[in-house]
């Protein structure tokens, strides 16, 4: 059986700025630095949105994930299911529309 399984780990920066994403901040300054880069990456698009869920999914492989964590891959998830559902709903009507007026892509 093939574990399909994404080789994907939280980066060495965290660790070097003091952060573990699998439990809560021990320290002002980590809540903080972790408050901030949150924030951030929730405001950089669909990039920012997408590592804060690799980083919880990688997280929850190393045991927990924070409860700051969560909640800012909770927000990515409902934010990038919006965007992505109205991308599959136009994508959809497109194919819709040719082939009402083309016929089946392939033969």
């Known amino acids: 059986m093939i ?7 939280t980066p060495d920066t965290f660790a070097r700025a003091g952060i573990n994403w699998t439990r809560a901040a021990k320290t002002e300054h980590e809540r903080a630095v972790r408050e901030a880069f949150l924030t951030h990456q929730t405001s950089c698009g669909m990039s920012g949105l997408v590592t804060l869920l690799l980083l919880a999914v990688v997280s929850r492989r190393q045991g927990s994930v924070a409860e700051d964590l969560q909640g800012a891959a909770d927000f990515a998830e409902i934010i990038l299911a919006m965007q992505l559902r109205k991308h599959q709903d136009d994508t959809l009507a497109a194919a819709q529309s040719y082939v009402k007026t083309n016929g089946p892509l392939w033969s």
């Open 3 to 9: 574990k399909n399984v994404v080789p994907f780990k």
